[in-house]
C-alpha cells in the first residue's frame, strides 16, 4: 500500500466492493465474497473477482482455486496491483457489472465504492497493537476508512465478549453500520468416491488456514468425534508425504475418516492418492456465512453507483 502525494486510486468503470480485513489471520473473506457473488448472480448480475494472490504458481492460490471450484463461471484474475488485475478481468468479459476484490482493505491503489470489513468476534482488534507486537495489519482507528463492519464467526464469543466488542465498535464508530455473522455448515462431502456414512464414526481433521481454531469449533459445533487435529500453516501446499503422515496418524488414533475445509480440499485433489496405502476416506466441510449479503449490494445499488442488476 502506497500513500504518497498524487498517487492517487485508480477508478474502474463498474462499481468496486473490497471485503477486507484488518488484522492477519482468517475471518472469513473468501465465504463472504462467495456469498456476495452469488447473490448478485441470482440478482441477474455478472460479477468478477480480483485479489492479490499468495504462493500463486499458474493455477492460483488456494482460495483462488476453491472460488473458480465454486464459481465456476464467476472471472477472477489475480494481480498484485489489483487495478491492472481489474483491468484485464474487463477487457476479457466486458460483460461484468461488478467487481469484488477479496482481502483488499489494505490496497487502497484501486478505488472502491463500498469497503466491507471483517472483524474476528473472539478478537476483532487483533490485540490492539500492529505486528510484530499484535496483529494489526495497521492502527484499528482506520476502521473509519470502512463502509460497513461485520463481526464473524460469533458462534464462538460468549455474551460479554460480543457485549464488548460491540460496545467499543458503537462507541469509536457509531456512523458505520455494524452486523454480525456466524459460520453455517451447508454439507459435508466426500473428497473420493466413497459416499458420506450417516454416522461416520471417529475421524481426524486437518487444515492449512489462518484460524485453525474456527475449524475445530466448527467440527465441534457439529457434534463431530476427533481423535485428533493436525494444523499446517496457512496456505500450506500438500504434498504426497502429508497425506501418508495424516493416513498414519488417524489410523493410529483410530479414525476411521480425514475431515478438512473446502481450502484444504482444492490443494488435496491434486495429490496422487490412489497408491497410497490404506487410504482412509477424506471429508470436506462446506460452510458459509449466516449474513444476509442483501444490504450491502443494495448500498451499491442505492448510491447509483449502477443500474438495476
Not at 7 to 34: E, M, Y
Not at 147 to 152: A, K, M, Q, V
Not at 176 to 204: C, M, N, Y
Request: overall charge negative; glycine content about 10%; hydrophobic content about 35%.
Amino acid at each position: 500500500m502506497r500513500e504518497r502525494a498524487g498517487n492517487w486510486p485508480l477508478k474502474l468503470p463498474v462499481p468496486v466492493i473490497s471485503v477486507g480485513n484488518i488484522a492477519v489471520g482468517g475471518t472469513g473473506k473468501t465465504p463472504i465474497t462467495q456469498a456476495l457473488a452469488c447473490h448478485w448472480i441470482s440478482q441477474g448480475g455478472k460479477p468478477g473477482i480480483v485479489s492479490r494472490g499468495y504462493r500463486g504458481g499458474t493455477d492460483g492460490n488456494d482460495e483462488y482455486q476453491m472460488l473458480k471450484k465454486c464459481l465456476p463461471e464467476v472471472p477472477h484474475f489475480q494481480n498484485r496491483c489489483r487495478y491492472k488485475a481489474g483491468t484485464q478481468l474487463l477487457e476479457q468479459h466486458p460483460e461484468t457489472d461488478l467487481i469484488l476484490i477479496d482481502d483488499g482493505f489494505q490496497h487502497r491503489r484501486l478505488y472502491r465504492d463500498l469497503d466491507v470489513v471483517l472483524l474476528d468476534g473472539m478478537d476483532p482488534l487483533g490485540g490492539g497493537h500492529c505486528l510484530p507486537r499484535g496483529l494489526l495489519r495497521e492502527p484499528w482507528q482506520n476502521l473509519a476508512r470502512a463502509d460497513h463492519l461485520i463481526l464473524t464467526r460469533v458462534e464462538r464469543c460468549d455474551e460479554k465478549r460480543l457485549d464488548e466488542s460491540i460496545g467499543f465498535l458503537q462507541q469509536w464508530f457509531p456512523d458505520i453500520p455494524r452486523w454480525q455473522s456466524r459460520t453455517e455448515v451447508k454439507e459435508f462431502r466426500s473428497l473420493d468416491p466413497t459416499p458420506v456414512p450417516s454416522d461416520p464414526g471417529l475421524a481426524h481433521a486437518f487444515c492449512g488456514i489462518g484460524d485453525p481454531d474456527s475449524f475445530r469449533h466448527t467440527l465441534e459445533s457439529q457434534d463431530w468425534q476427533m481423535t485428533g487435529h493436525t494444523a499446517f500453516g496457512d496456505h500450506h501446499r500438500y504434498t504426497r508425504g502429508d497425506v501418508e503422515n495424516l493416513n498414519r496418524r488417524a489410523r493410529s488414533e483410530g479414525a476411521s475418516f480425514l475431515i478438512c475445509t473446502a481450502k484444504d480440499a482444492v490443494k488435496i485433489e491434486p495429490v496422487d492418492r490412489a497408491t497410497i496405502a490404506s487410504q482412509l476416506p477424506i471429508l470436506v466441510v462446506e460452510i458459509a456465512p449466516s449474513l444476509d449479503m442483501a444490504p450491502f449490494l443494495a448500498d451499491i445499488q442505492d448510491r447509483s453507483f449502477c443500474g438495476e442488476a
